[in-house]
C-alpha cells in the first residue's frame, strides 16, 4: 500500500509550540512507550505501520519543514519537498508524478492521501484496506473517508451519502454548517470529511494535465511558484461524480487548537511544572528550561516555549491566530535535522544563539555573505571544516568564521554552541549552500 | 530628621519577580512619571522627600543586596550593610550604632524605623513628624504607629492603645488574631501594627548593651553572625513600658503576596503582553523578551521572569511559598549596580550569562580562582583591564581570561556582553576583589 502524508500547515492556532517552521504535527505531547513523548507525524506513522502488508510511507512537505522532518521520521519514510508553500492541489499533483517518474511506481497503482491533523484510533487506519480495494479493482475514480459524527459540529464540511451502508456512493458535499443544519445533515447520514482519499495515481496525473497544464515531476517543481493555489477539496473532489465514501465509525479529532489538543492529551503537565492541588481541568505544556507553578486554575490552558507563552482558557484559546500575527516576533527555537537552536539574544547588529547537534550529526556546509559568526564550544568535542580546513574542536574553543568563509561543524559526542552572529543585515535567508 | 529605612527579606512570595538577591520592595510595578514604573523602595524614598525640613535616609541591607541597592537609591541615601542575615534587632542595634560611631550623630538624635514593604499614601509620613516631636521631647521611650483597621484582617498584629486619641499610651500588644477576636479588638480601638517606630539613638544602644552586651558599631558588625536571631519586636517592643502609639487614618497595605500587590497595581499588565477583551480581574508582569498572551482569564495573576512563570487564581497564589522552596533553582536574573546580568544557559561545567553595563558603569576589579571565563561583546563600546594592562574594546571582540587574571570592564556606552564562564567548580562565591 502506497500512502502520501501530508505534512505541511504553519502553526499559528498552536502558538507559542508550533510556528511558520514547525507546525503542529511535530508537537511531542502524547504520551509513548519508554517515557518519551510522540508527535503526531510520528504517531500517524506509527500506527500506519501496524496494517498489515507492504506499506511504503512518502511524506510531502515543504521545504521549510524538511529539516525538522528528517528528525521526526524514520529511514524508511520518504520525503518529497515542495520547493514553495502552495495548497493542496499542487503539492499532491507533485506528489504522484514523483511517484511515477522518480520513483517508477505504476500510474495505475493507488495511494491512499492521509493529512496528519487528526487524533484517531488505530483501527481508523484499517478503512485504508477497504479504501485501496475500492479504488483498485472498482471503476470508481475516488474514495473518502467519512466521519461518523458525534455531535453537530459546525467546524467541519460534511459529506452527504446516498444511502447509510458502510461504503456509499456520494450524494454531494457541504460546507461547514450551522449546528441545526448540521442536524439535518447527520438525519440524513451525513459525514464529517476527514480529508482521507484513495485513488489511482494516473487520476491525479490526469488531474494535473487538466488543471496544471503538464503531469512531469520536474515541469511541476520548476514552475511550482506559479501553480494556481488551490486545494484538492475544491479542484477536484468536489467537483468528481464518480466517487465513493466509506464509513468510520470510531474516534476521530482535529486537533488544530489548544481546545481540542488538550482534550486528548494524557498528562496534565509536561515539563518543568509544579501544579497545586486546586487546578481543575487545566493543561500545562514547558518547553523551556524555566520552571512554572500553576495554582489555582480552572480550564486553562498554559503552554510556554522559548517563542513565548500563552495562559488561556480553554475556549477562548480557538480564538487564538489574530493574536499570533499581531506578534511579529522572530521564531525563537527550531528543531533541524542535526539537533536544535535556541535564539538567546537579539541586538541591533548581532544575533546570539545555542546550538545543539546531537553526538554524530553535522551541519551542511555554507557560508554567509553579510554576517561574521563566532562560536564558543561549550560542550563537547567535534570537528570543523573552516575554508576546507579540517580542525578537532572541544569545550572552551572559539572559532571565528568571517562572512564569505565556508564553514561546517561535525559533532563527535554531543555538541552545544553558542554562536554570535554579527553583521548589519542578519537574516536567515544569507545562507550559501556548498554541499 | 533621621530616617533608617529597613530593606531586608528574601521574596519567595512574589517569585519569580523576587528572589534571594531581589527582594520585593525591588519589584518595578508602580507606575511614576515619565511612563516609567518606580519599585516600593523608589516609592518611599519619594515619598518621604516630600516631609517639609531636613531628611536624612539610611538604608540598612543585608551584603547581599548591596550591589542592586546601589542601583536603586540615589548618591543622597546612605546605606549600611549587614555583613551577613540576621534579624531585625542586630540590624537596628548595628545601623544606630553605625550613625553614632561611623557618622558622628549624637545618641540623643531621635530616629524613624521603617520597613519598605508598605503601599501607603504620601500622608502616612506625616504621622513621621508627631513622632519624631514625641521621642525628641517628651519622656516617652518608643513611639509607635498604629493604622486604623478597615476590616478584622488576621494576618496583622495588634496594637491596643489606652485611649482612642490621636496620640494615645500603649496598653497591649497582641499576636494575630482570629477574625471575631480582631473585630473585639477593633471596638476597643485596637491598630495594625505597621512596624514603625520612632525612639532617641541612645535607647536603641542601651538596648544593644543589655542584649548583645556591646553597643560598638565595630563590635557589633565584627561579632555579626554570632548575635542572636531576635526581632525587635520581640526584644525590645512588647516588652517595653514607656511607650505610645500615633494613629494614623488612611490607606495602608502590606503588599508582601501576589493577592494583594496586584490590588495595588495601577496597570493591568506590564511588558511584553496581549491581553483579550474577555480577561477580568487578572495581571500580567512579563519581564522576559519572550511575548505573552493571555485569554479568558478570570482573577489570575502571571508573572514571569528568566527565574521562571507564575500563573496563579490570585486567592490560591497566597501558598505559593512551599512551591517556591521546592525548586532548588540557580537564580537567572540579577541586577546588578553595573546593571544586570541574566544567565542563559547552565551546563556541567559551563555558564553562559548575558551581562549588560550601563553607560559609565563598570565592574569591580575582580578575578575567580577556579573557572576560564571568555567575554564577547556583542554591543558597545568600553574599556578592559585584565591583568593591569588597558584595552579598548568594541562589538565583536573576544576577550580571554583564564583563572587567576583579574580583570574588569568599563562601559563607555550601553555594553552587551556574552560572559561564559568554564570551569568543573562555577559558583558565584568563587570572585576574588582587587579593589
Not at 211 to 239: C, H, M
Not at 300 to 306: E, G, L, R, Y
Amino acid at each position: 500500500m502506497q500512502i502520501v502524508l501530508l505534512s505541511g500547515g504553519s502553526g499559528k492556532r498552536l502558538w507559542p509550540l508550533s510556528n511558520e517552521i514547525r507546525s503542529k504535527q511535530f508537537i511531542k505531547i502524547f504520551s509513548s512507550v519508554n517515557n518519551d513523548y510522540e508527535s503526531m507525524l510520528q504517531k500517524v506513522i506509527r500506527q500506519i505501520r501496524q496494517i498489515s502488508g507492504d506499506i511504503s510511507i512518502l511524506v510531502s512537505t515543504s521545504k521549510s519543514q524538511e529539516s525538522i522532518l528528517k528528525k521526526y521520521v524514520a529511514q524508511d519514510v520518504e520525503i518529497s519537498c515542495e520547493p514553495c508553500r502552495r495548497n493542496t492541489f499542487p503539492a499532491i499533483a507533485l506528489t504522484a508524478a514523483y511517484l511515477r517518474d522518480v520513483k517508477k511506481i505504476s500510474a495505475n497503482e493507488p495511494i491512499i492521501i492521509c493529512p496528519v491533523d487528526s487524533y484517531v484510533n488505530d483501527d481508523f487506519f484499517k478503512s485504508f484496506e477497504t479504501m485501496e480495494e475500492l479504488a483498485k479493482n472498482s471503476a470508481v475514480n475516488l474514495v473518502l473517508i467519512g466521519i461518523n459524527p458525534t455531535y453537530p459540529s459546525e467546524k467541519y464540511g460534511y459529506i452527504i451519502p446516498k444511502s447509510k451502508d458502510k461504503i456509499s456512493e456520494v450524494l454531494e458535499f457541504k460546507e461547514k454548517p450551522t449546528a441545526q443544519v448540521a442536524e439535518k445533515y447527520i438525519e440524513q447520514g451525513g459525514l464529517w470529511n476527514g480529508g482521507v482519499f484513495a485513488c489511482k495515481i494516473s487520476f491525479i496525473l490526469e488531474k494535473a494535465r487538466e488543471i496544471l497544464k503538464t503531469d512531469s515531476y520536474f515541469e511541476i517543481f520548476k514552475r511550482y511558484s506559479e501553480l494556481p493555489n488551490i486545494s484538492i477539496d475544491y479542484a477536484v473532489v468536489e467537483k468528481e461524480k464518480n466517487i465513493k465514501v466509506v464509513r468510520y465509525n470510531g474516534d476521530w479529532k482535529d486537533v488544530g487548537t489548544w481546545n481540542t489538543l488538550s482534550e486528548v492529551m494524557q498528562e496534565t503537565s509536561i515539563g518543568k511544572v509544579q501544579i497545586d492541588s486546586t487546578c481543575r481541568n487545566s493543561n500545562i505544556i514547558n518547553e523551556t528550561d524555566m520552571p512554572i507553578i500553576a495554582m489555582g486554575l480552572q480550564n486553562i490552558i498554559v503552554a510556554a516555549s522559548p517563542d513565548g507563552i500563552l495562559v488561556a482558557d480553554k475556549f477562548q484559546s480557538s480564538f487564538l491566530r489574530p493574536f499570533v500575527e499581531n506578534l511579529h516576533e522572530q521564531i525563537k527555537f527550531a528543531e533541524k535535522s542535526y539537533g536544535t537552536y535556541t535564539v538567546i539574544d537579539i541586538d541591533e547588529n548581532s544575533l546570539t544563539i545555542k546550538v545543539i547537534l546531537n553526538a554524530g550529526a553535522k551541519m551542511r556546509y555554507h557560508s554567509h555573505e553579510y554576517r561574521d559568526e563566532i562560536w564558543m564550544i561549550v560542550k563537547g568535542e567535534g570537528q570543523t571544516v573552516i575554508d576546507d580546513k579540517i580542525q578537532s574542536v572541544k569545550a572552551g574553543d572559539i572559532i571565528k568564521i568571517p562572512c564569505g568563509v565556508k564553514h561546517t561543524i561535525k559533532a563527535k559526542t554531543d555538541l552545544k554552541i553558542i554562536e554570535i552572529q554579527l553583521g548589519k543585515n542578519i537574516n536567515v535567508e544569507d545562507k550559501i549552500l556548498w554541499e
